[in-house]
């Protein structure tokens, strides 16, 4: 990892506001903000390679900062968190190996259906709160005590976000999200608070994976610079989550999720 300096932070200083955005958008989504800290990231010329790395050291403050912030209001679920976390620790790996094998152009059209995939969870889950009304009102830890079926289900959660998140190169919010919307019935809010919580060892877990591959890899002053905008955008976002209905967090979800969609297939066909 390159030596921090007073010239080379001001010279990625531009990159803050940059990274407060992100950290706002990534608390109300539950997301890790990889999927918009890799193209900034990219624009000053690092490498794809770079981008990805570095990304993941503003994605673990961001997601700090913004978990700190549930926590805080007691909107944390410790349980559910590991739970999610040290089974995507064991197949981060995988989704490495498989981007690695896979060419440029399908990797991004792969990136598009995932998007697709995760906006049809969402719209499936909305139908099914309308059937399941009343089920619904059943307090989700209560159920978890009850029975190892969300146990298992929260690990699988897990396992697939690991896979998916090394493929991506993201902290793994935009599929636990829906995920946990869908098969373990949580309410959407409650799913992007422990989805974040979740993220941030999951990044942490990966940059450590680059730092020991290759630490020239890992851009200390660029990601520090988002890292910190995302502290304060974080922390305003995780306030703002609880005021917002879940209508208005599931349209902004779906709306995100159709940009990238549209932009990694518009990027794939490029190549």
Do not use: C
């Not at 193209?39 to 794809?48: C, D, E, R, Y």
């Not at 981007?99 to 139908?127: C, E, H, M, V």
């Amino acid at each position: 990892m390159t030596q921090v300096s007073v010239s080379s932070i001001l010279g990625v200083l531009h990159l803050f506001p940059i990274g407060i955005i992100v950290g706002i958008i990534s608390a109300l989504l539950g997301i890790g903000g990889g999927l918009l800290y890799v193209p900034a990231l990219a624009a000053i010329g690092a490498s794809p390679i770079q981008s990805v790395a570095t990304s993941l050291v503003a994605i673990s403050l961001g997601a700090l900062s913004g978990t700190i912030q549930n926590w805080k209001m007691n909107s944390l679920k410790i349980e559910t968190v590991s739970l999610l976390t040290f089974p995507a620790m064991l197949t981060t790996e995988i989704g490495v190996a498989i981007a690695n094998a896979l060419p440029s152009k399908w990797l991004l059209l792969s990136f598009a259906a995932l998007q697709i995939t995760a906006i049809w969870l969402i719209n499936l889950k909305k139908q099914l709160q309308k059937e399941e009304k009343k089920a619904a009102k059943i307090d989700f830890s209560e159920s978890q005590t009850n029975s190892t079926a969300p146990i298992l289900k929260t690990q699988g959660i897990g396992l697939i976000a690991g896979v998916l998140s090394g493929l991506f190169g993201v902290g793994g919010g935009i599929v636990m999200v829906p995920l946990q919307v869908l098969l373990l019935k949580m309410p959407i809010k409650e799913s992007v608070q422990t989805s974040y919580g979740a993220i941030v060892l999951i990044s942490l877990w990966a940059v450590s994976r680059y730092v020991i591959a290759d630490s020239s890899n890992v851009l200390i002053e660029p990601g520090l610079m988002l890292g910190l905008g995302s502290l304060f955008g974080a922390n305003f976002g995780a306030r703002l989550l609880p005021k917002l209905s879940d209508k208005l967090v599931r349209f902004l979800f779906t709306g995100l999720l159709i940009f990238l969609a549209v932009y990694m297939s518009l990027q794939a066909w490029a190549l």
